[in-house]
């Protein structure tokens, strides 16, 4: 199960030199149930290599803020603390696999 990203653990979690892929999302959004299993297989797929997660927007919005997350889902990768490529919208597995895989 891919990680929980919170408000209280994400500079913990994010602080490694190991790519990060973060979910913004909420239960309540369709696209968004499209694009879960597929942050669901790339936590497996990539485990060792890099950390996936999810930040659940309706009840971290400052996560979702700090990072200007205006629609979901949006997904970024982080590297080094910094945002190295970002997605908005419901995108196959395969997408999300080369962007995370670009930095790896």
């Known amino acids: ?4 990203f919170t408000e209280a653990n994400f ?3 994010t602080s490694t030199d190991k790519p990060v ?6 239960p309540w959004c369709g696209p968004c149930k499209m694009v879960g299993p597929h942050v669901e297989a790339l936590y497996t797929e990539f485990e060792g290599k890099a950390l996936v997660g999810k930040v ?6 400052a996560l979702a803020a700090k990072f200007g997350v205006r ?3 949006t997904l970024v990768v982080l590297k080094n603390g910094e945002v190295v490529e970002k997605v908005v919208g419901a995108v196959s597995k395969d997408v999300l696999s080369e962007k995370l ?3 790896v």
């Open 11 to 13: 500079a913990e979690l």
């Open 71 to 73: 629609n979901i889902p």
């Open 101 to 103: 895989s670009a930095h």
């Open 56 to 61: 659940n927007v309706d009840d971290h919005g």
């Open 21 to 26: 892929l973060v979910d913004f999302w909420a």
């Open 1 to 4: 199960m891919a990680l929980e």
